[in-house]
């Protein structure tokens, strides 16, 4: 079927039944009516690449992980993500279309291609990376962007939670269960978020007049082997608690802490962050940060689509709570 014949058979012009498609008003309820049933008993479907020519848009949004694929498939705290995305994205007439690489090399020709062609009306990334060269280009291509993270760009527009204040929250309640030796087991550094929860790990310490030994601040990476290699890293330095980059990363260190016949919490207490939903079934239940991670998806995909629509600004954030979740790993009072 194309446009000609739908309007024979609905009696009306080929330009009404453009209009209709497009939804544009001035069209009488009764034509429109009359040409939407011819459209639903036919099963007419309009070209998508016709639509775009005459709409000057997509109607897709592109979805980039600059950590690439191995994190999304590895990282509990991805597949949260991408369902909330998905969530509010089938709520629209939109798209989504998923942009990842591998190594540098495949990561800087999908970049390329990201910025080489209208292929999408709007990006969202779903993570703030130091270094990462992609948020500064869009912003040179004037394409519309959300940033799941902190950005240190000006008008960028971010969804994020406050990992420093969430990170200090955390430490601090170790600190308030007599904990003296607390390391911090960071995720890779160059990931912003994980910096910030190591900030607010040394902000906790400088506010309850501990020192800071550099020797417990062990980076690491996001997956439960480097929480377990990290672990190892901390034996022999009389840690008494641990705050980790993640919940993954806390079950890993669990596993060493145990390994070595070490009781959690009575010898280390424990806490880490995310409140994935495992965490409520390890043993001992993970003491954790509860981050909104499917909300996250959400709210940046709503706000990327009022940003396209001008709705709001490219210097609009937002800021979702957390919560500190007490469960086994961490203790009572000593």
Known sequence: ????????????????????????????????????AVIEREGFQPNA???????????????????????????????????????????????MSLWAGVTPEETERTYRRILGYKMMDGALIVSSIDGDSLPRR??????????????ELPDVCTVDVDN???????????VRLGRRRIAHISGDLKVISARERAHGYRLALEASRLPYDPALLVEGGFSEDDGYLAARRLEGLGVD????????????????????????????????????????????????????????????????????????????????????IIRDSCGTLR
Do not use: C, W
């Not at 497009?22 to 009516?33: E, F, K, M």
């Not at 420093?164 to 170790?174: F, G, M």
């Open 138 to 151: 869009l912003l040179e291509r004037k394409m519309p962007f959300v940033l799941i993270g902190r950005s």
């Open 241 to 324: 608690a641990v705050f980790a980059a993640n919940d993954t990363v806390a079950t890993g260190a669990m596993h060493a802490f145990l390994e070595r016949g070490l009781a959690i919490p009575q010898d280390v207490a424990i806490i880490g962050f995310d409140d994935l939903p495992s965490s409520s079934q390890t043993m001992p239940t993970l003491s954790t940060i509860r981050q909104p991670i499917r909300e996250l998806g959400i709210v940046a995909v709503r706000t990327l689509i009022d940003l396209i629509a001008g709705n709001v600004t490219s210097a609009h954030r937002v800021v979702l709570p957390t919560e500190l």
């Open 49 to 95: 690449a016709a639509r775009m020519l005459v709409k000057q848009r997509t109607e897709v949004l592109g979805v980039i992980a600059p950590e690439g694929l191995g994190s999304i498939f590895t990282n509990p705290f991805y597949p949260i993500l991408f369902e909330g995305i998905s969530a509010a994205i089938i709520q629209t007439d939109y798209a």
């Open 164 to 174: 420093v204040v969430a990170a200090r929250t955390a430490t601090e309640h170790l």
């Open 1 to 36: 079927m194309n446009l000609e014949q739908i309007a024979e058979m609905a009696g009306v012009s080929r330009a009404t039944v453009s209009r209709v498609i497009n939804n544009y008003p001035h069209v009488r309820d009764d034509v429109r009516q009359r040409v939407l």
